[in-house]
């Protein structure tokens, strides 16, 4: 979150706002799958969210907004969920 604060206002109110949403909703489920009794079918839902923000953060790197270490971190931590 805080590479998000730092972009400038036309990536931090866009983009920014929908990784940070993603991220909270992604949390949220994550939670809501432990106590599942089936928990499959949310985990692939899970698994959905997570491969789009594989994509938004490698549009930040796209858009030369976070450098490729930082990138290859954020990839790392979203590998390891």
Do not use: C
Not at 13 to 18: I, P
Not at 38 to 58: F, G
Not at 68 to 80: G, M, P, Q, S
């Amino acid at each position: 979150m805080p590479i998000i604060e730092r972009l400038p206002k036309i990536h931090k109110f866009s983009l920014g706002d929908r990784i940070i949403n993603q991220l909270y909703d992604l949390l949220e489920g994550l939670i809501k799958a432990k106590y599942a009794k089936n928990k499959l079918p949310q985990l692939e839902s899970l698994n959905t969210e997570l491969d789009i923000l594989r994509y938004q953060t490698r549009m930040l790197l796209d858009f030369n907004k976070i450098s490729v270490e930082r990138y290859e971190y954020a990839i790392k931590l979203l590998e390891a969920v």
